[in-house]
Nanobody, 114 residues
Framework: QVQLVESGGGLVQPGGSLRLSCVVS????????VGWYRQAPGKQRERVAV???????NYADSVKGRFTISRDNAKNTVYLQMNNLKPEDTAVYYC????????WGQGTQVTVSA
């Protein structure tokens, strides 16, 4: 059973930064596609950033230049560094892993407000 545990969410002012962490059970981080997704109230879940098994990242246009996804294979952890946060970034952020099937974490709330 694959488990994903997110942490690092919170309340931050516009222009601030947060780093989200996703710890994955088992040594899957280096061989799977792992991504960060978010869902705001009343909206569909959207993909924010993914990192492929090749370590190639891909970002949604709305976060390019502000967010960075990375991974630490030794720690089985994927990170999302979020800089210059905007109110529209407010959402529950989920970590998702795809390896033959999809696995999800429980989510962590990010609120950007003055």
């Amino acid at each position: 059973q694959v488990q994903l545990v997110e942490s690092g969410g919170g309340l931050v002012q516009p222009g601030g930064s947060l780093r989200l962490s996703c710890v994955v059970s088992g040594r899957m981080v280096s061989i799977a596609t792992v991504g960060w997704y978010r869902q705001a109230p009343g909206k569909q879940r959207e993909r924010v950033a993914v990192i492929y098994s090749t370590a190639t990242p891909n970002y949604a246009d709305s976060v390019k230049g502000r967010f960075t996804i990375s991974r630490d294979n030794a720690k089985n952890t994927v990170y999302l560094q979020m800089n210059n946060l905007k109110p529209e970034d407010t959402a529950v952020y989920y970590c998702g892993l795809n390896l033959f099937k999809d696995y999800w974490g429980q989510g962590t709330q990010v609120t950007v407000s003055a």
